[in-house]
């Protein structure tokens, strides 16, 4: 157990619906990033919060969208869903330090069906 | 740009055999490296990962990994695996910069296990 945990675990959505899917971080740790994982992929990078500020995007639009809390805890916002949104939408948290890449350790990750 | 090519769609191993799964990376310095693994419809946990020093690292699991430059890769092993082993594995790299940055994975190894 990694203590990162994610909500909900699953979720069904039609086009052009809006999803928030949420992440609790480890204890200590003060920077998450979310990755998405379509079906028979490896992860892709979505975007990283560190501090309450976003700390790098990867190749996704601007309808994606996230927060990070005070407490360190993010949300992932996706607007006007589309098919190929449909993925395992996967967190990760990790400790932003002076001593370079830091381990990333992941949630078990939201499901999203969008019909 | 870096990236992570992992060869082997999917392997067939026999229950107490040994395993090598391959990982080559593209990257103009040493990237720090990650092994991942993901059992059906879970998130992702740590195996190992190697940042610099001895070139091969222990793992969880009866795990290992061997980090050869000259060879950009980093094989991930295991002298008997069980069935429990069955699971998609994920090679990653993160570059070596200061801060937090994402993780580049590849597309994956589904590892079957048959008794």
């Known amino acids: 157990e990694t203590g990162v945990t994610q909500s909900p675990t699953h979720l069904i959505k039609t086009r052009g619906q809006q999803v928030t899917l949420r992440c609790s971080s480890q204890?200590?740790?003060?920077?998450v990033s979310w990755y998405q994982q379509a079906l028979g992929q490896g992860p892709q990078f979505i975007f990283q919060y560190y501090r309450e500020e976003e700390n790098g995007r990867g190749n996704f639009p601007p309808r994606f969208s996230g927060l990070q809390f005070p407490n360190y805890s993010s949300e992932l916002n996706v607007n006007a869903l589309e098919l190929d949104d449909s993925a395992l939408y996967l967190c990760?948290?990790?400790?932003?330090?002076?001593?370079?890449?830091?381990?990333?350790?992941f949630g078990p990750g939201t499901r999203l069906l969008v019909l | 740009a870096q990236s992570v090519t992992q060869p082997d769609i999917h392997i067939t191993v026999s229950e107490g055999a040994s395993l090598e799964l391959r990982c080559n990376y593209s990257y103009g310095a040493t990237p720090y490296l990650f092994w991942y693994v993901q059992s059906p419809g879970q998130g992702l946990q740590l195996l190992l990962k190697?940042?610099?020093?001895?070139?091969l690292v222990q793992g969880i699991k009866g795990f290992e990994a061997e980090f050869k430059r000259s060879q950009s890769s980093f094989n991930l092993r295991k002298p008997s695996v069980h069935w429990s082993d069955a699971a998609e594995y994920f090679c990653?790299?993160?570059?070596?910069?200061?801060?937090?940055?994402?993780?580049?994975f590849g597309k994956g190894t589904r590892l079957s296990v048959i008794a």
């Open positions: 990653a790299v993160g570059p070596t910069l200061s801060g937090n940055t994402p993780l580049v």
């Open positions: 204890s200590g740790h003060n920077t």
């Open positions: 190697y940042f610099s020093g001895d070139t």
């Open positions: 990760a948290s990790s400790l932003e330090g002076l001593a370079g890449v830091e381990t990333q350790y």
